[in-house]
């Protein structure tokens, strides 16, 4: 581990929140070597703003697309993982905008006494490397266990199966994914059984590979615009 700086370094404070859309904690900026007396001081000359208790932004850093999942994350510690409905539209898998930020931490928090912010939804589960990805700065779940989240925690069978049909025909889902998610909706009663659009038919697999061709030629496009 290398040692905190022995006086103020603005550049890897600044390196550190360029990563994070302008944003990181008290104990990122003593890294860089601010103390919490020197964040006031630069808060005072409107260099950096409080957003809430421990986490920080630069003021003239561009506003990013994902700073409300930024500060959130920051607030668990760099813990937690964007789950359920919100990894549901990060992943472009749904249009419906969820009113709370949802975000999974350890078991082992469930424990705790926390103070949650505003808008924050929890879910206490110990996920695995293989079920976590990324979107931007912040991590969320992978397709696969994001469908599953949303099956149990009852989402709406419409938003479902827009879902499910939408990563099958990206092909986002493997044979395992599919069969989890299968057993998982058997599992469930009422309405939610009526979400199968499981099967592997031909006319999914050449949907899905027609998509991902449409993909293909589009980036290599953009490559050529640049």
Known sequence: MLDAPTKPDWDLLFETSSAQEGYFTTGQAAAAGYSTQLLFKHMRAGRV?????????????????????????????????????TALVLLELSDNLPTNLHLTLPASWRERRLRVPAGLVLHFADIAEADRSWVGPVPITTPGLTLR??????????????????????????????????????????????????????????????????????????????
């Not at 003021?59 to 500060?71: C, I, T």
């Not at 889902?173 to 909706?185: F, G």
């Not at 050449?206 to 998509?211: D, E, N, P, Q």
Request: aromatic share 6%; with cysteine.
């Open 49 to 85: 703003v409080r957003v809430r208790r421990g986490i920080y932004r630069l003021v003239h850093f561009p506003a990013g697309e994902h700073e409300d999942l930024v500060a959130a994350w920051l607030w668990s510690e760099r813990i937690g993982i964007f789950s359920h409905q």
């Open 149 to 226: 989240d949303c099956a149990h925690a009852a989402v709406a069978p419409d938003l479902m199966q827009q879902a499910v049909r939408q990563a099958t025909q990206r092909g986002l889902l493997s044979s395992e994914d599919r069969q989890r998610l299968d057993a998982s909706l058997n599992g469930l009663d009422g309405d939610a059984l009526i979400i199968r659009p499981l099967r592997d038919t031909k006319e999914e697999r050449v949907r899905a590979a027609a998509l991902r061709i449409a993909e293909q030629h589009a980036s290599a496009f953009e490559k050529l615009a640049e």
